[in-house]
């Protein structure tokens, strides 16, 4: 008996454990004794999302050959009735005793271990909706990055917030302005989602429905003032981007600038010239070709590497052009030009961005689909998984 008993010990080694996924399940970290232990499994719920870049998805298909396009892009993630619409999973989510500011919960990579930084933009429980902001390690073009991301939820296991917005936004975001909800508040009221603290004090802009969720809305007079900071002396490089929508169009208006005072274009700005698009500088001035049209909401920016200037227009290329940018220690300004009165803007802004490099033509591009797809009803780049 102790001989077939030994026998068994020795075919049962020999078996391996079933693998998920190409994993091999194992117990614990390095031990071979159990199941796996994932980033999710200290909560009652979990729940993963596709990112689908194909073109029925995002459309981020062009000059990327399928392969990873970045780490660590900024996601918008929105949950209500409509991404999810099973009752009992939002009543999950939205827990007044566990989850009751939207930061009890936990994001996590693909690989199901991986913990995700995020920022909580809007929650609330009464009607059941959030957005969050997601920074995602890996996102492949043409691709439909199934599992791309797990929410875990149900529960307070940590007994403290999870969240960690300016780990959403990677270094070279000098500044991220949602200009609304949870990014809004007592003086100064604009507040910058990065490390860099840049945040703005406001002068007569309201609050309105935007492209994420709340936005801000300028009058001709109103604008928000962004100090002197050194820090958006960007003249090696920039990238402004944001979403916009005109009410009324003067012949030039201002949606950002840094410097560009009086006569003196030393600075930069991203402005709206005869219905086109704009950005100028020191040694050089670019005007786009699409037509803006009053009350169409459109999302744009420029990109400057030092010597290439490009503009684009909902993700798409809108004119090029050469040149430099100059020193200015001038104010910065959402909604006005430089420290000059004129030129101010009519109309609303929302989710201002500034970096201290040129964004690649993709990065823009998924900019403006990820979150034109997730604008807010209906989705066809994020998709939602059971809940498990």
């Given at each position: 008996?102790?001989?077939?008993?030994?026998?068994?010990?020795?075919?049962?080694?020999?078996?391996?454990?079933?693998?998920?996924?190409?994993?091999?399940?194992?117990?614990?970290?390095?031990?071979?004794?159990?199941?796996?232990?994932?980033?999710?499994?200290?909560?009652?719920?979990?729940?993963?999302?596709?990112?689908?870049?194909?073109?029925?998805?995002?459309?981020?298909?062009?000059?990327?050959?399928?392969?990873?396009?970045?780490?660590?892009?900024?996601?918008?993630?929105?949950?209500?009735?409509?991404?999810?619409?099973?009752?009992?999973?939002?009543?999950?989510?939205?827990?007044?005793?566990?989850?009751?500011?939207?930061?009890?919960?936990?994001?996590?990579?693909?690989?199901?271990?991986?913990?995700?930084?995020?920022?909580?933009?809007?929650?609330?429980?009464?009607?059941?909706?959030?957005?969050?902001?997601?920074?995602?390690?890996?996102?492949?073009?043409?691709?439909?990055?199934?599992?791309?991301?797990?929410?875990?939820?149900?529960?307070?296991?940590?007994?403290?917030?999870?969240?960690?917005?300016?780990?959403?936004?990677?270094?070279?975001?000098?500044?991220?302005q949602h200009l609304g909800n949870n990014s809004w508040g007592s003086s100064p009221e604009a507040k910058d989602s990065t490390s860099n603290v840049i945040n703005g004090t406001n002068t007569s802009s309201t609050d309105v429905a935007a492209a994420i969720n709340r936005g801000r809305t300028f009058n001709g007079s109103a604008y928000i003032s962004l100090g002197s900071t050194s820090l958006l002396n960007l003249y090696g490089a920039v990238s402004m981007s944001f979403w916009m929508k005109t009410s009324t169009q003067t012949s030039y208006m201002t949606m950002f600038a840094k410097g560009m005072g009086p006569d003196v274009?030393?600075?930069?700005?991203?402005?709206?010239?005869?219905?086109?698009?704009?950005?100028?500088?020191?040694?050089?001035?670019?005007?786009?070709?699409?037509?803006?049209?009053?009350?169409?909401?459109?999302?744009?920016?420029?990109?400057?590497?030092?010597?290439?200037?490009?503009?684009?227009?909902?993700?798409?290329?809108?004119?090029?052009?050469?040149?430099?940018?100059?020193?200015?220690?001038?104010?910065?300004?959402?909604?006005?030009?430089?420290?000059?009165?004129?030129?101010?803007?009519?109309?609303?802004?929302?989710?201002?961005?500034?970096?201290?490099?040129?964004?690649?033509?993709?990065?823009?591009?998924?900019?403006?689909?990820?979150?034109?797809?997730?604008?807010?009803?209906?989705?066809?780049?994020?998709?939602?998984?059971?809940?498990?």
């Amino acid at each position: 008996m102790k001989r077939y008993l030994t026998i068994l010990v020795l075919v049962s080694l020999l078996i391996p454990y079933p693998s998920f996924g190409g994993r091999m399940l194992m117990k614990g970290s390095g031990s071979s004794s159990g199941p796996p232990v994932y980033c999710y499994d200290s909560w009652t719920y979990h729940k993963s999302l596709n990112g689908n870049t194909t073109s029925g998805g995002a459309n981020i298909t062009d000059n990327l050959g399928g392969g990873t396009i970045t780490t660590g892009f900024p996601i918008a993630i929105h949950i209500n009735s409509t991404s999810w619409p099973t009752s009992t999973d939002r009543t999950h989510f939205f827990n007044d005793t566990y989850n009751p500011l939207g930061k009890r919960v936990r994001f996590c990579a693909t690989d199901r271990s991986t913990v995700l930084n995020y920022e909580v933009e809007y929650y609330d429980t009464a009607s059941q909706e959030a957005i969050y902001w997601v920074s995602v390690p890996t996102i492949t073009g043409n691709n439909a990055n199934s599992n791309m991301v797990y929410v875990a939820y149900g529960n307070d296991p940590n007994s403290s917030n999870q969240d960690n917005k300016t780990g959403v936004w990677d270094s070279n975001y000098v500044m991220v302005q949602h200009l609304g909800n949870n990014s809004w508040g007592s003086s100064p009221e604009a507040k910058d989602s990065t490390s860099n603290v840049i945040n703005g004090t406001n002068t007569s802009s309201t609050d309105v429905a935007a492209a994420i969720n709340r936005g801000r809305t300028f009058n001709g007079s109103a604008y928000i003032s962004l100090g002197s900071t050194s820090l958006l002396n960007l003249y090696g490089a920039v990238s402004m981007s944001f979403w916009m929508k005109t009410s009324t169009q003067t012949s030039y208006m201002t949606m950002f600038a840094k410097g560009m005072g009086p006569d003196v274009w030393t600075g930069y700005e991203l402005s709206l010239s005869s219905h086109k698009l704009r950005c100028s500088g020191l040694s050089f001035d670019k005007v786009g070709t699409t037509t803006i049209d009053d009350n169409t909401l459109r999302h744009v920016g420029a990109t400057f590497d030092g010597t290439n200037l490009k503009l684009y227009v909902n993700g798409a290329n809108d004119g090029s052009t050469t040149g430099t940018t100059g020193s200015d220690s001038q104010n910065a300004y959402i909604g006005r030009r430089g420290d000059n009165s004129q030129y101010k803007y009519i109309g609303s802004l929302d989710e201002v961005r500034i970096s201290n490099i040129g964004r690649s033509a993709s990065w823009i591009k998924l900019e403006y689909y990820s979150m034109k797809k997730t604008n807010w009803n209906g989705d066809a780049w994020i998709t939602w998984n059971a809940e498990q």
